[in-house]
């Protein structure tokens, strides 16, 4: 009797969908190489679950937030060296 009625309780077995591949990009932004685009800002586009461009397809990519941090960085450095050279002046 006891066994019946946790059965009962149970949420009733729901068969997975064997086909995920209705997914296509996954939350991971990135800059393409192939279209990204000349301009100064670059063209973002998403990672597809197979591991490449949304948009065309390309595997040669970076991911968007790298490139993000390399520029912080490259700002932060150049920051630096500009306010060593103030103080080399006086």
Not at 52 to 65: I, P, T
Request: some cysteine; hydrophobic content about 40%.
């Amino acid at each position: 009797m006891l066994k019946r009625l946790l059965r009962s309780l149970a949420a009733p077995e729901v068969p997975l969908s064997p086909d995920r591949s209705n997914i296509a990009t996954i939350g991971v932004q990135i800059i393409c190489g192939d279209c990204a685009g000349d301009g100064l800002i670059p063209h973002k586009t998403y990672l597809t679950v197979k591991g490449r461009c949304d948009v065309c397809g390309g595997a040669s990519f970076v991911l968007a937030s790298e490139l993000a941090i390399n520029q912080l960085f490259a700002r932060r450095v150049a920051a630096r060296k500009s306010q060593t050279r103030l103080h080399a002046i006086k």
